[in-house]
């Protein structure tokens, strides 16, 4: 249950479940007879939020897997290899939420206010554009704690102990 409460696992949690909140609101409810509710004359940038959304939610789920296999088995040689691509892929799709988030965003704020949408679509719209908001964040963490991770394997000392259980070691020898 510990492996569980890990800063990196608890964000994986998040971002999984921002990537199907981000792409199942807008294929089920901004994407209104084949018209985008962001921008209805131009579907192409509710496309993009879907991919992004699935993106994110691939990514998560891959990365939030290999990290419980990482913790719970013997450590294999290519971890540092391993962590350096969760940085990079966790950049892109920061990058990538970044643009989705600006793209929709502005369609939202310059958008034809004569079309009569229901409540319901416009939550899910305005859903949206919160949890891309809170991925850009997300994503860049993750980036961060896989560049950390990355340079304790290369330290000198060794993985021996995480920087995450040497915060808590006082707590357990008392």
Known sequence: MSVLLRPTLVIRAIE???GIIVFACIV???QPEDSCIFSPDNTSHCKY?????????VFALIFFITEILSVTSI???PVGLLYLIDAIISAVLSILSFVAFCL??????TRDDSYSWEDARINAAQSVLAFLFFSIFLWATSCALAFRERARQHTPAGPAQSSVDAQYA???EH
């Open 16 to 18: 999984i479940v921002s």
């Open 28 to 30: 089920n409810q901004c």
């Open 49 to 57: 939020g879907v991919a992004v959304g699935i993106l994110a939610f």
């Open 75 to 77: 450590k294999a040689a």
């Open 104 to 109: 929709l965003a502005n369609d939202w704020r």
């Open 170 to 172: 006082s707590f357990v």
